[in-house]
């Protein structure tokens, strides 16, 4: 493979002579799962994970200000749900090789280009949990409340997405974790991220399993700080068992 | 209770009831035939209870909801105090009327002081104030504030959070309250027990109220007034529970009431309202001929024994009257002995169970006032009271 002896030969003229032990030159050479060369390359990757970092917040944040607020809009005026799910569906469904293709001509290679796709990616699955905590909320919370002078706007900020919430975090759990994974495709779009690193030395097992487990991690870490945010703000959850 | 403190007293009831009056009130929705509610007019007094009561699809839920604008009056008017609804704006309007449905509709993500606190924190009342109408209204409705004031709806049971749900429409003192078979979820015997909670708080409270239910048990115990409504939303008859039980204005309010409306009347009344037999009254050591003079006045054709506080010892024997003077001398025990606060039914029930067909009554000393018979109340079932007999010109056809 023309890949795997060129970073193999990369790496040969990069380690200084006699840095590592023997077998651990072996497993280098042999591209295999060494210890010692993670212990020593680990600052290569810490770059690279801020900007997968980057390129999962940014998305999944734009992502949810425009899904939150068309789903508010479309709570509002029903027949909007419908056309929204439809596009930001048919969004969905675009491979992201594909969709960096179709906005080189517009946002060129870069940043940009990844983090349009990958918010894209983001909306519809927010989309729709905020417009499905919102039709949970219990009819007779609504009534109660109607009948005792909350007006439309407080009877929105007040009883309907607190009770959504649960749903609504829900949906953002599972946009973070997706975009954690999908950004490591930005690398196609001259995004950067983790999936460049993973992408330069595919066959080097010491590289997929630091690259691809900081992906792992950065996807548990961002899940673990939304659960405990969505404990934090919905202590009747915990009460209700 | 304790003390109360300023807070208290002034969040006792310093509001007034309101009147309420339906004028014409009419709803009609696009595409149906038949009205939900059909010109409906009827006056509540301040501080009574009025129960709208019909067949589902009657229209007792509409006619409800277009007091607090939650559905709009089509034509017609309603008059709270005299001023149309129509002319306030509906959320400020319905956050001066109470409301308090079946479903309850506790806010499950906001503590049990947070949704008392609802309407009070919409109309800006300070936190202090707030805290304590908290506190005053979970004692009102029989909870113990500290237990309950920071727990969640999904802690508490049925029964609690339907207190919960009247206290929350309690909360700013609201002249006028609108309760949706605000008890129609909960097993008959809590039910009952807060039923007669209620009324012991309306006692205190005296709020004017729309109380709407199919249960007419529960409207008869509940309502000072009731209004049967039928299908299509038209007002059968609009009287006190006693006249609607004595004089049904049509078939199909006589059917609604029950072949058994007789046996109600009995659950309406006390034992105080009706006129007693007379009895004749001696004690030990009285002269015979007195006592056989009172004999001859009375009733019944035994005279009774009482003590020195007139309170009743038993049934004299023919033996007790043949010297000169009254002997110690019974046939029975004064059994059962009813109160004069008894509900007939009960009163009746205790005579069934007894094998005497007639008990003395005494009043809130335990001093004999006369004897309740079977044929007393066969009487009283028979006869219409006078009261009865004048309310009947309130019956609307």
Redesign the interface.
């Known amino acids: 493979m023309a890949v795997s002896s060129e970073s193999t030969l990369l790496f040969a003229q990069d380690a200084p002579e006699g840095f590592f032990g023997d077998r651990a030159d072996k497993c280098v050479r042999e591209e295999g799962f060494c210890p010692e060369w993670i212990a020593d390359n680990y600052q290569r990757y810490i770059d690279p994970f801020w900007e997968h970092v980057f390129l999962t917040v940014v998305p999944v944040t734009i992502g949810f200000i425009l899904a939150f607020s068309l789903a508010l809009l479309a709570h509002r005026h029903r027949w909007l749900i419908g056309p929204v799910a439809g596009v930001t569906g048919a969004l969905y469904t675009i491979p992201s090789v594909a969709f960096f293709f179709l906005l080189q001509p517009i946002t060129g290679l870069g940043k940009t280009t990844a983090i349009v796709a990958l918010t894209c990616y983001t909306l519809l699955i927010i989309f729709r949990n905020v417009i499905t905590g919102l039709a949970a909320v219990?009819?007779?919370?609504?009534?109660?409340?109607?009948?005792?002078?909350?007006?439309e706007r407080?009877m929105l900020w007040k009883?309907e997405l607190?009770?959504a919430?649960p749903e609504i975090l829900a949906g953002l759990r599972i946009a973070t974790t997706t975009t954690v994974g999908l950004a490591a495709l930005a690398f196609l779009a001259n995004g950067g991220g983790l999936g460049a690193e993973l992408d330069a030395q595919r066959f080097f097992k010491s590289n997929v399993v630091v690259a691809g487990g900081l992906c792992i991690l950065l996807a548990a870490v961002l899940d673990v700080i939304i659960l405990g945010f969505q404990r934090l703000v919905?202590?009747?959850q915990r009460?209700?068992t | 209770m304790t003390e109360p403190t300023p807070a208290q007293t002034e969040g006792k009831s310093d509001r007034q009831a309101a009147t309420l009056e339906f004028r014409d009130a009419t709803k009609r929705y696009p595409g149906q035939d038949d009205a939900a509610v059909d010109h409906l007019s009827l006056e509540v007094p301040a501080g009574e209870i009025c129960v709208l009561v019909g067949p589902s699809g009657c229209g007792k839920t509409t006619a409800m909801r277009m007091v607090n604008r939650m559905i709009d009056i089509t034509d017609g008017d309603i008059l709270l105090d005299g001023k149309s609804v129509k002319d306030r704006p509906p959320a400020e309007l319905r956050r001066e009327i109470g409301y308090a449905i079946q479903q309850i509709g506790l806010f499950p993500h906001l503590t049990i002081a947070d949704n008392i606190a609802t309407v009070p924190k919409l109309l800006g009342w300070d936190k202090e104030r707030i805290s304590t109408r908290i506190d005053e209204l979970l004692e009102l409705v029989s909870l113990d504030p500290a237990d309950t004031r920071d727990r969640y709806p999904a802690q508490l049971s049925g029964g609690q959070r339907q207190r919960i749900g009247v206290a929350r429409a309690l909360a700013v003192d609201p002249p006028l309250m609108l309760m949706d078979e605000p008890f129609g979820a909960i097993d008959p015997i809590n039910r009952e027990r807060l039923q007669n909670e209620f009324l012991r708080l309306q006692q205190d409270i005296r709020k004017t109220i729309v109380f709407v239910t199919h249960d007419i048990d529960e409207a008869i115990k509940m309502g000072d007034r009731i209004a049967v409504l039928q299908k299509g939303g038209k007002l059968a008859q609009f009287a006190s529970p006693a006249d609607l039980l004595m004089y049904p204005a049509s078939k199909f309010v006589e059917d609604f009431v029950g072949a058994d409306r007789a046996l109600k009347r009995l659950a309406l009344q006390r034992v105080r309202d009706i006129d007693l037999w007379k009895a004749a009254i001696v004690r030990v050591g009285e002269p015979v001929a007195e006592a056989r003079a009172k004999l001859a006045d009375a009733d019944l054709e035994m005279a009774l024994l009482v003590d020195d506080s007139h309170r009743p010892l038993g049934w004299l024997s023919e033996a007790a009257l043949s010297g000169e003077r009254v002997e110690d001398k019974r046939r029975s025990e004064a059994e059962p002995i009813v109160e004069m606060d008894d509900i007939l039914r009960d009163a009746l029930s205790d005579l069934l169970a007894s094998d005497t067909r007639y008990g003395p009554v005494v009043d809130n000393s335990g001093k004999v006032v006369g004897v309740l018979s079977l044929e007393v109340i066969g009487g009283f079932l028979h006869e219409p009271s006078s009261e009865a007999r004048s309310g009947a010109d309130l019956v609307e056809s």
């Open positions: 219990p009819d007779d919370a609504k009534d109660a409340g109607r009948g005792m002078g909350l007006t407080q009883v607190p009770l919430l919905t202590p009747w009460a209700a």
